[in-house]
């Protein structure tokens, strides 16, 4: 058992008790026993606002009873192997805040998982991973001015588009998505306002009760994303988004939203319909596996002005592949910013929707039907994800 759990220095303490006087999520406590030593280290209870680095140690499981908050400052290292079982609840998250730090590396065969403490595990049991950073968003203006996230009411937003929140590497999150309201609700992996500076490669959201993976603005790249069973968007993105999705893979369940949602502002925010700049994220090598073409449901719907690019995509099982909506979503078209190149369709009754009130057709945006071989999962998948 290495000694950086906490930077301890205790004699003769039978619990530590870390407070936060800025916060109202419950102190950080974990068991030890004299001289610092841990007392089990399968039953260690975290939770609460760091004052100090934390390190959760390979083969241990770890139990988080209340959100635990990463400030400014401090960093969070998750190693590989390490299972944290969350207790029920939206309030119960891990939050990164801006200029806080997660190393969360595991590997294909010992990957870190976060996932539902109870024994009949369903979607929606606790919240999620959150992480806030300092990239530029396009709800505010100006400079480095922040807003607040649904969760938490945590800022997020800057001018930094090299922010560095830290790496994300074989880490899977299962049955996340607890709504603390009707507006407030947790995905898997929230990104908000996420630099290109932070790593993430090879990321699960499993069996989650809302999006698998949102990224509300925010620079960063992703490579390597697989999320199943999603019981809202599997890949959400909005605020102005412009990072790089590489090698994504979809698969729906039973209940379910669409596979990728893309907003080119948030349309929960008022007066911001004509935001700066516009989502334009790249998603290179994508495939999105529905339920069948005989559900009404869209395997990717973009809308509120964004821009994307799509390369090498494999789409089956839809009613609709593409359902494009709003008349700024229509321009960016028109002005060739929206393409499609390299793309398979199967089992699709309506290739694309055309809901924006400008003058195009399927072959003005679409390119290469047919060649699309989409994420090439399963050479990827092995050891670390579920299905």
């Known amino acids: 058992m290495k000694a950086n759990i906490f930077i301890l220095n205790l004699f003769a303490i039978a619990l530590l008790f870390v407070g936060c006087a800025n916060d109202d999520t419950a102190d950080i406590t974990i068991n030890i026993g004299e001289g ?221 939203d669409k596979g990728i949602e893309g907003d080119g502002f948030n349309t929960d925010i008022g007066n911001n319909s004509n935001p700066v700049f516009w989502s334009a994220p790249t998603v290179r090598n994508l495939t999105i596996n529905g339920i069948g073409s005989s559900n009404e449901n869209e395997a990717i719907r973009l809308r509120a002005g964004t821009r994307a690019t799509f390369v090498n995509v494999s789409l089956q099982g839809f009613a609709e592949g593409f359902d494009l909506d709003d008349t700024e979503t229509g321009n960016g078209v028109l002005a060739g910013e929206t393409t499609i190149t390299d793309i398979t369709f199967d089992d699709i009754t309506l290739n694309l929707k055309n809901d924006t009130g400008a003058a195009f057709v399927e072959g003005d945006i679409i390119s290469g039907v047919g060649n699309g071989t989409g994420a090439d999962y399963n050479s990827w998948n092995s050891g670390w994800t579920r299905n």
């Open 36 to 256: 610092g030593s841990v007392v089990d280290p399968s039953d260690l209870v975290i939770g609460g606002t760091l004052t100090e680095d934390l390190t959760l140690v390979t083969g241990t499981e770890y139990s988080l009873n209340s959100a635990l908050i990463v400030p400014e400052g401090f960093t969070l290292t998750v190693e590989p192997g390490v299972v944290v079982r969350a207790a029920t609840g939206s309030d119960v998250y891990i939050a990164v805040l801006q200029g806080g730090t997660i190393n969360a590396e595991g590997t294909s065969s010992n990957p870190i998982v976060f996932t539902s403490a109870t024994t009949t595990p369903n979607p929606g049991d606790w919240g999620g991973l959150i992480i806030l950073g300092r990239a530029p968003i396009n709800s505010v203006v100006g400079g480095d001015a922040t807003s607040t996230s649904e969760i938490g009411g945590l800022p997020y937003g800057g001018s930094a588009v090299n922010d560095n929140s830290g790496i994300l590497r074989y880490v899977r999150i299962e049955y996340s998505g607890g709504a603390a309201d009707a507006a407030s609700e947790n995905n898997g992996f929230s990104f908000y306002a996420v630099g290109n500076g932070t790593t993430i490669e090879f990321i699960q959201a499993f069996e989650g009760a809302d999006d698998g993976v949102e990224f509300f603005g925010g620079t960063v790249d992703a490579s390597f994303i697989s999320v199943v069973g999603a019981q809202d968007d599997s890949v959400d993105w909005t605020e102005g988004f412009t990072g790089t999705l590489t090698n994504v893979y979809i698969e729906h369940r039973q209940s379910h």
